[in-house]
């Protein structure tokens, strides 16, 4: 289920070892040079006592033979040699968490030879990760957009459809309106805004009158996070204010006309904004056939133009009221 986009433009080949030539350009791909006086060619010099020119020669023998062996990928640039390690040469094994043996060509840029060890993974590795192999999560977020599938996550996590679905892995479509009776544990990745967000993403454990478990990471380098990490009774059991609105506000009054107006319309936007622009040019026009139905008849503006005065009429009359 996981995969590269082939289209996408931030994949990058991995560095090469470079055996330099003559010419002035040089690859634009990322590399690393090595001669006698890099650290492994110093490290040549050092144990077997040769001189620059020996190892320079020794070099491209020792390359010569590794891509004779199928273990190195030889490709030039100009007269550059690059050398990559082909990954299908790579074996796997399982450790015992005995650490690696230090690398000596870098024993004289550090003081600590013997790597450290996270015990935490290899606590984990060891002892609970034969336990995680069988689940799944899936998304719920309105990025899911293949018609249907939504819904039969959400069956699946209420365990009405199979194969069962251990984890979901929400955005705020599952903080409102939507009841998972049996839901036992709620994870947050940062402190929600207010403490009524707060009430209703937690609020959605324990709708049986069981016990729920929340858990709510605060991020470091948030300081809306650090803050409530601090303060945590003010999100946690914090006051739910009343919502209140400004009816004179602007943008909102803006938004809402737009949304009428959309409405008017009945333009179908479909899944993708190639439907509505032209995006093989720059300027990023409309389409003439969406274009052609943005254009209102005065039989539609004025059903509009009804339709807004209808909506705000009555805050008109709060306002004058007040």
Wanted: proline content about 7%; overall charge negative.
């Amino acid at each position: 289920l996981w995969g590269l986009d082939p289209d996408n433009p931030s994949i990058y080949p991995a560095p090469a070892l470079m055996r330099p030539g003559e010419a002035a350009r040089l690859p634009r791909e990322s590399y690393f040079k090595i001669t006698a006086r890099s650290l492994l060619g110093r490290y040549l010099q050092r144990s077997l006592q040769l001189n620059p020119a020996d190892v320079e020669r020794l070099l491209d023998m020792l390359l010569n033979v590794l891509v004779g062996w199928g273990l190195l990928r030889e490709h030039t640039y100009e007269d550059h040699r690059l050398y990559r390690l082909d990954a299908g040469c790579i074996i796997w094994r399982l450790g015992d968490g005995t650490p690696p043996q230090p690398d000596p060509i870098w024993a004289r840029r550090t003081t600590d030879l013997t790597p450290e060890v996270n015990r935490f993974f290899q606590q984990f590795y060891m002892e609970s990760s034969s336990d995680l192999a069988s689940l799944e999560a899936r998304e719920h977020t309105a990025q899911v957009v293949t018609p249907g599938e939504r819904e039969r996550r959400e069956r699946r996590f209420r365990g009405i459809e199979d194969p069962p679905l251990p984890y979901l892995v929400c955005s705020p479509t599952m903080e409102l309106g939507i009841d998972i009776a049996d839901l036992d544990a709620v994870h947050m990745r940062n402190i929600p805004p207010t403490p009524a967000n707060y009430a209703q993403r937690s609020g959605r454990a324990g709708r049986q009158g069981q016990a729920g478990l929340i858990m709510a990471y605060c991020g470091a380098y948030s300081p809306h996070d650090q803050y409530f990490f601090r303060s945590r009774e003010e999100m946690v059991a914090g006051s739910v204010q009343a919502p209140r609105i400004d009816l004179t506000n602007e943008a909102l009054i803006r938004a809402h006309v737009h949304a009428e107006w959309l409405a008017t319309v009945n333009l179908p936007l479909h899944q993708s904004v190639e439907n509505v622009i032209n995006i093989d040019l720059e300027t990023l026009p409309m389409l003439d056939t969406v274009a052609a139905q943005l254009q209102l008849s005065d039989h539609l503006l004025g059903t509009l133009r009804s339709r807004i005065e209808s909506i705000i009429a009555h805050d008109r009359d709060e306002l004058s009221s007040s």
